[in-house]
């Protein structure tokens, strides 16, 4: 297994090499560069001070030349700059916005599993019950609702409407994040308990329009998964040998239900720290997929490349971390 | 019930700290925009957003600011400079070219938020910061012309060489904190002593953007070691969420009856989609809008004014945004020589054919007016009575007709250029996803095709259009025909967007904003004469004949003034906005006079003179 695994940590060396080059190529084929936005302002600028504005930004290189500088400049640790924000690339990435993601997405994932596993499972016992439909109704509900059209259906619903129609209902914030900063918290102005009980506030609706969607995919495919366990031959044969149902569906089927699940979570874990532009759009919440896209539209692009390129690194180790969980969970599967 | 109870007093906690209103004499307002930096950019090297000049109304009040009326008046200097009073004089320098002195005068009480005097020294660092080699700043024709003489600590001259007419408008220069940043700057100095501009240009840009920067993000801000001028000084700014301002203590501006009745702290709330900033407005969650908020259709919808307008007041503040049509004018175009586009009977045609009237009725209820000249009617400059084109179809024909063009077999006009049988098919481009625009494009097309013209829609993204080798290459037919998008003007004048020299020619490398390549040597001539000019009459005597000029070419076709909306809760009083306060129609450009009514401010400018309320 030890080999196994260092073999594909060696096979994405030029997975990733091949993955930046084609990410840095896109970015620098996009339609326009940083300069545009002086020239558009200042007609009156001449043909050497864009020059000199190009050499300054590194612009005039060709594109192999400027990947080269990159890539030599990123091996030694050093991500680069944002020109939009005037910080470390790394420092905005990994310091201001994949933290605030991991929080937002990271629990959105934990309550849609908490959520899909049981409700699956409630749905195959029950197939073809009322209760079934329900929750397959329900399920696809959820698979069909876009997210900023249930992001901002939720805003009007719990920021406006309901608190104005029923006095006392708790009006929730209309997006953000609490206008507090954790310094505040260490220099004692603000307490532990209050800051994360505004930040649980503030996350409430997100996660909710975050979670539904897997949350629906998930309950579905927990329910196929186990209704397919369930008919295998060797429940009718736990059955047969007379153990009670409890003991059949939780330690025979449902182990062995979980093991597609497994695969699901690990590639939705990439996809937690990519975060949700459209979510963090509705709700203005300063997450990954935000910083990715608006790095994209300004030309920003060594806060583009660092994520691009950090999201093309997580892709391929949790596509690693998943197949040798496959071996944890499944007894059968051996690598070599 | 205690559940639902708990539930709404946490509900309650968590507002409080976003609480609108004038409970606690505070002011939310929501932008869709965050700036990037703030405060120790100060040249705008880093970020020239429209919200980062906005937000440092509050924290660095100019020398001079413009009122609501586009008229100077002195904010941190002891009084506007003017010919009769002797602040303001001219050198001849031959070439009928001048040198213009402006003499400032600091106010004695002027202070930094730290307590330290506001002086000489902080306008000299700043002309210092400015002037540095290779500082790549965003108007190099300012910096190349600009010169300061200090006399003390209180008294210093601006001088300008060769000097525009425009340069009076506003503050002549800034100022930034030299107590605070001055340090750095010697170690910057030091850094740059050996690096050339020519041959070191990344190297020198790098060490002054790293020297902005380290006084102008968020982190640096919330030590709260910056200095301010302005009533106002970040509190706390939580990047991606909300920026807070408290009052200044030592800002030497009292409002009537003291600072104490007027506003004691701003929150600003960075909400990007603009639909989540109408839900905002709508939970009460935000008191005022910022002049980057929400668009023209979003505060006019019906649902958005219904339930707002109980509680505020809604604006439309006319603007000097100028949407038009650009035409491609270069006849080394093939599209532009069958056409005609380079004569101006084909434009006067077309715009006959524009029903601009009945466009803005139907779309924006009058509140955005026909544009008939590129100067907006809020500027003294504008000459009202300039050649117009009413909307009249047969006008159209006629002088198409005289052009040579007949209906072809499919309706479709066409004519004979050099022994070729030509359709009059157009391409018209704009940015795709502005719905105004497409809307307006579809209600143009209807009619074109009825005079015989057919329209070739070639929409794509703004960053695709505005890109240098789309937009700024009409000469070599990039785009050929009509291209829809707007300007933004400010009262500083000087014509320009139509100068012969500012067209994108291979030439220039491409650099200028006549993008459909126009030229016209009487037009020219003017323009020039005109930004010598310092007699305003006179000045205006010359840009009237230029937009006689104009009206009668058509260098592009005119459609109509964007007006900005104002969203304001009632009993806010001085959160005024015309289309040049401040520079460019900032609401909060006297900032220290926000405030309730009820909390005893008193009003001293009123909205309802400056824009049109929507009910």
């Given at each position: 297994m030890i080999a196994y695994t260092v073999r594909r940590l060696l096979q994405m060396v030029p997975l990733l090499l091949a993955a930046s080059f084609a990410i840095f190529a896109l970015l620098a084929l996009q339609p326009g560069d940083p300069l545009d936005e002086v020239r558009m302002q200042n007609p009156r600028i001449t043909a050497e001070e864009l020059q000199a504005l190009r050499r300054a930004y590194g612009l005039d290189d060709p594109i192999h030349v400027r990947y080269a500088k990159w890539l030599t400049r990123v091996l030694q640790g050093d991500l680069g700059y944002s020109r939009t924000y005037g910080v470390a690339a790394a420092e905005y990435i990994f310091e201001q916005r994949l933290p605030k993601t991991l929080l937002l997405s990271g629990i959105s994932l934990l309550v849609a599993l908490l959520v899909a596993i049981p409700v699956g499972v409630f749905s195959a016992v029950r197939q073809y019950t009322p209760a079934d439909y329900i929750v397959t109704f329900l399920a696809f509900v959820g698979l069909s609702i876009p997210n900023f059209f249930l992001g901002i259906l939720l805003l009007y619903l719990f920021s406006v409407r309901l608190p104005e129609a029923i006095p006392g209902f708790p009006q929730f914030?209309?997006?953000?994040?609490?206008?507090?900063?954790?310094?505040?918290?260490?220099?004692?102005?603000?307490?532990?308990?209050?800051?994360?009980?505004?930040?649980?506030?503030?996350?409430?609706?997100?996660?909710?329009?975050?979670?539904?969607?897997?949350?629906?995919?998930?309950?579905?495919?927990?329910?196929?998964?186990?209704?397919?366990?369930?008919?295998?031959?060797?429940?009718?044969?736990?059955?047969?040998?007379?153990?009670?149902?409890?003991?059949?569906?939780?330690?025979?089927?449902?182990?062995?239900?979980?093991?597609?699940?497994?695969?699901?979570?690990?590639?939705?874990?990439?996809?937690?720290?990519?975060?949700?532009?459209?979510?963090?759009?509705?709700?203005?919440?300063?997450?990954?997929?935000?910083?990715?896209?608006?790095?994209?539209?300004?030309?920003?692009?060594?806060?583009?490349?660092?994520?691009?390129?950090?999201?093309?690194?997580?892709?391929?180790?949790?596509?690693?971390?998943?197949?040798?969980?496959?071996?944890?969970?499944?007894?059968?599967?051996?690598?070599? | 019930m205690r559940k639902v109870g708990k539930l709404a007093v946490l509900g309650l906690t968590a507002l409080g700290l976003a609480l609108a209103g004038p409970q606690d004499n505070s002011l939310v307002i929501g932008a869709s925009q965050e700036p990037r930096v703030l405060a120790g950019d100060f040249l705008s090297v880093i970020s020239n957003q429209s919200i980062k000049a906005e937000i440092e109304q509050y924290l660095y009040p100019p020398f001079i600011t413009i009122d609501l009326d586009g008229k100077n008046v002195a904010v941190l200097a002891t009084e506007v400079p003017t010919v009769q009073n002797g602040r303001v004089r001219f050198t001849d320098i031959g070439g009928g070219k001048r040198r213009l002195e402006i003499d400032l005068t600091i106010r004695p009480d002027a202070r930094w938020s730290d307590g330290r005097p506001l002086t000489t020294e902080d306008v000299q660092f700043y002309f210092e910061v400015g002037k540095a080699k290779g500082m790549p700043v965003l108007n190099p024709d300012y910096w190349q012309r600009v010169n300061l003489r200090v006399r003390d600590a209180r008294n210093f001259t601006v001088i300008f060489e060769p000097a525009y007419a425009t340069d009076l408008i506003g503050s002549p220069i800034?100022?930034?904190?030299?107590?605070?940043?001055?340090?750095?700057?010697?170690?910057?100095?030091?850094?740059?002593?050996?690096?050339?501009?020519?041959?070191?240009?990344?190297?020198?840009?790098?060490?002054?953007?790293?020297?902005?920067?380290?006084?102008?993000?968020?982190?640096?801000?919330?030590?709260?070691?910056?200095?301010?001028?302005?009533?106002?000084?970040?509190?706390?700014?939580?990047?991606?969420?909300?920026?807070?301002?408290?009052?200044?203590?030592?800002?030497?501006?009292?409002?009537?009856?003291?600072?104490?009745r007027y506003v004691q702290r701003?929150?600003?709330?960075?909400?990007?989609?603009?639909?989540?900033?109408?839900?905002?407005?709508?939970?009460?969650?935000?008191?005022?809008?910022?002049?980057?908020?929400?668009?023209?259709?979003?505060?006019?919808?019906?649902?958005?004014?219904?339930?707002?307008?109980?509680?505020?007041?809604?604006?439309?503040?006319?603007?000097?945004?100028?949407?038009?049509?650009?035409?491609?004018?270069?006849p080394n175009v093939p599209q532009v020589r069958d056409l005609g586009l380079n004569d101006k009977r084909t434009r006067q045609a077309l715009l006959h054919a524009i029903n601009r009237e009945g466009f803005v009725r139907t779309f924006f209820q009058g509140l955005q007016p026909v544009s008939h000249t590129w100067i907006a009617p809020t500027n003294p400059l504008h000459n009202p009575n300039v050649r117009k084109y009413e909307y009249n179809l047969d006008r159209a024909r006629a002088l198409l007709a005289e052009m040579g063009w007949r209906p072809g077999p499919d309706g479709i006009l066409q004519r004979t250029v050099d022994g070729r049988t030509v359709r009059f098919e157009i391409e018209w481009v704009t940015t795709a996803g502005n719905v105004v625009r497409e809307r307006f494009q579809q209600f143009v097309a209807e009619d074109f095709r009825k005079i015989g013209i057919a329209v070739r829609i070639n929409n794509a993204p703004s960053a695709v259009v505005f890109a240098d080798d789309f937009i700024q290459r009409a000469s070599e037919g990039r785009w050929t025909g009509m291209f829809m998008f707007a300007w933004v003007s400010g009262l500083a004048e000087q014509g320009n967007l139509f100068a012969c020299e500012f067209r994108p020619t291979r030439e220039n490398n491409y650099v200028g904003q006549n993008v459909g390549g126009w030229c016209n040597p009487e037009y020219d001539r003017l323009r020039e004469q005109a930004n010598l000019e310092f007699d305003q009459a006179r000045r205006k005597q010359l840009f009237d004949r230029m937009q006689e000029i104009w009206a009668e070419e058509l260098p592009a076709l005119p459609l109509y003034f964007r007006a900005d909306p104002l969203v304001v809760r009632k009993g806010l009083v001085n959160y005024v906005s015309a289309a040049y306060s401040g520079g460019n129609n900032y609401p909060n450009w006297w900032p220290w006079a926000i405030g309730w009514e009820s909390r005893g401010a008193q009003k001293l400018f009123d909205q309802a003179k400056y824009a049109l309320p929507v009910r």
């Open positions: 914030p209309t997006g953000g994040v609490p206008p507090l900063l954790f310094e505040e918290v260490r220099q004692g102005i603000v307490s532990l308990w209050e800051y994360l009980r505004l930040w649980a506030w503030h996350l409430v609706l997100p996660v909710i329009v975050l979670s539904t969607g897997s949350m629906a995919e998930w309950t579905r495919f927990m329910r196929a998964s186990l209704l397919e366990v369930l008919s295998q031959d060797y429940i009718r044969t736990a059955r047969a040998k007379g153990l009670a149902e409890r003991v059949v569906l939780y330690k025979h089927a449902l182990r062995n239900a979980l093991i597609p699940i497994v695969t699901l979570v690990g590639l939705a874990i990439p996809g937690v720290m990519s975060g949700a532009v459209l979510t963090e759009t509705v709700f203005s919440y300063p997450g990954m997929g935000r910083a990715i896209f608006d790095a994209l539209v300004e030309k920003d692009y060594n806060v583009a490349m660092a994520a691009l390129a950090f999201l093309a690194l997580m892709v391929a180790l949790f596509n690693l971390v998943t197949d040798l969980l496959y071996a944890v969970v499944d007894p059968r599967i051996r690598y070599s | 800034g100022y930034a904190p030299k107590h605070i940043m001055g340090a750095a700057w010697e170690q910057v100095k030091r850094q740059t002593a050996a690096l050339d501009p020519a041959r070191d240009a990344q190297r020198l840009n790098e060490i002054y953007r790293n020297f902005f920067t380290q006084f102008s993000t968020p982190a640096y801000l919330n030590q709260r070691k910056m200095a301010y001028s302005g009533p106002f000084v970040v509190q706390r700014w939580v990047p991606g969420s909300t920026l807070e301002l408290v009052r200044n203590s030592n800002f030497p501006i009292e409002p009537p009856g003291g600072a104490s701003v929150t600003y709330r960075f909400i990007q989609n603009t639909a989540s900033l109408q839900v905002a407005f709508m939970g009460g969650s935000l008191d005022a809008i910022s002049r980057v908020g929400l668009t023209f259709d979003q505060a006019r919808a019906r649902e958005f004014v219904n339930r707002v307008g109980r509680n505020f007041d809604i604006w439309f503040v006319p603007g000097a945004i100028w949407e038009h049509i650009d035409i491609n004018q270069f």
